[in-house]
Structure formats: structure tokens, C-alpha cells
């Protein structure tokens, strides 16, 4: 009597220790996110319910951490959750993804080497679309800027 029970056991302990996955998913924003940054650096969206302080991110691409209520971010979420940031000369896009109490930087991706005028984003599924004035735009992935088709 007892052996019968241990199978069942055995299946109950088994199935409590595997990890629940939810897919498929999408994480992605319709539109990006302009962000204001207040004098301590820290940004805000009451959209989608969250902030975080962006010193870091300034002072890594403009060596100034100390003027920061002038710029405005511009953010947006890929559909795989990863977020894209930049902002008007800017050099680079930032990818971060989700972290424990925070964002961690993925990658960054160098746009524009005499810095970006007039940036924004689009959703164009499965790419981030970077517009900037009045140059070509361009499809960009957590990994960089999409080339196309290799001929």
C-alpha cells in the first residue's frame, strides 16, 4: 500500500517545482513615451505605471549628470519587452531590459555620430523604428540596427 502512494507523491513534489511560463506574449507600447526629467533625474510615467532615475544614463552619454531637467527621453517597449531610450543629440539608443528593482542595459547602438535632431520612435513590429528630422529612418532590434536581407 505504501509503494502506491509514492509515484503519486513523487508527481505532486515534481509538478510544484517546475516554472510557469505565459506565452506567447506581447510587451510592446503603440507609441513612445516622452519623458521629463525632474531635477533629481528621476523620469515618470503615469501611463504605464513606473519610474527610475536616469543620471546614469545622461552622464554616460553626455558626461553631464548635473543638468538633467533639460532633456527630454524618448522611450518605447519592444514587443519582447526590451526598451528603447534616446533623446535629441543623442549619439546612441539605449536598450535595457527589465531587472530586479530596476533597468539594465542590453545594448547601445550608435545612430548618429554627430547626434540625433529630432528623434522619436514607432512601432513596427518586430522592429523599433527610429525617426530623427529629416534622415532615412531606421529599424532597430535589441541586438542593433535591422540591415535587411543579406543578397
Known amino acids: 500500500m505504501k509503494m502506491t502512494f509514492i509515484p503519486i507523491i513523487l508527481s505532486f513534489i515534481l509538478t510544484g517545482c517546475s516554472s510557469l511560463t505565459l506565452k506567447p506574449g506581447d510587451f510592446a ?12 533625474g528621476n523620469v515618470q510615467t503615469r501611463l504605464y505605471s513606473f519610474s527610475f532615475n536616469v543620471k546614469e544614463l545622461l552622464f554616460a552619454e553626455t558626461q553631464d549628470s548635473v543638468h538633467v531637467s533639460k532633456v527630454s527621453l524618448r522611450m518605447i517597449r519592444d514587443v519582447k519587452g526590451f526598451y528603447f531610450i534616446t533623446a535629441s543629440k543623442f549619439k546612441n539608443v539605449y536598450v535595457f531590459e527589465q531587472t ?14 554627430d ?18 528630422g529629416q534622415n532615412q529612418s531606421l529599424l532597430l532590434t535589441k541586438d542593433g540596427v535591422f540591415e535587411g536581407e543579406k543578397k
Open 29 to 40: 507600447w503603440p507609441i513612445e513615451s516622452v519623458l521629463s526629467i525632474d531635477d533629481q
Open 100 to 113: 530586479e528593482g530596476g533597468l539594465k542595459l542590453n545594448n547601445k547602438i550608435l545612430v548618429a555620430p
Open 115 to 132: 547626434g540625433l535632431n529630432e528623434p522619436f520612435f514607432n512601432q513596427q513590429v518586430p522592429f523599433i523604428q527610429l525617426v530623427n
